[in-house]
């Protein structure tokens, strides 16, 4: 029994740092993989970072130089560092897993929360 909890909001002007977390509920041995993604308004939801269970990322252009995805399995999370943030990083932010690097979400995506980035 998994459940990913993202963390709230945040306001932060431009070139600051915010950290999201995605706290799960217990260990699930098949959910393999943690991405997390956004969704700007009017805009289509947007892969940005991947973990996978051996530790492996990958991250989207957009974000990489920039985002850093991390876990610690001790606390069942993954957390999202968020650098030298621009005002087109504005979204909505959301974690998801899946089985593997082919899989599909697993979770519901909920509301995400909210990451607003003053120019």
């Known amino acids: 029994q998994v459940q990913l909890v993202e963390s709230g909001g945040g306001l932060v002007q431009a070139g600051g740092s915010l950290r999201r977390s995605c706290a799960t509920s217990g260990t699930d041995f098949s959910v393999r993989v943690i991405d997390w993604y956004r969704q700007a308004p009017g805009k289509q939801r947007e892969l940005l970072a991947t973990i996978t269970s051996d530790g492996r990322t990958n991250y989207a252009d957009s974000v990489k130089g920039r985002f850093t995805i991390s876990r610690d399995n001790a606390k069942n999370t993954v957390y999202l560092q968020m650098n030298s943030l621009k005002p087109e990083d504005t979204a909505d932010y959301y974690c998801?897993?899946?089985?593997?690097?082919?899989?599909?979400?697993?979770?519901?995506w909920g509301q995400g929360t909210q990451v607003t980035v003053s120019s």
């Open positions: 998801n897993g899946r089985a593997g690097i082919g899989g599909s979400p697993l979770y519901s």
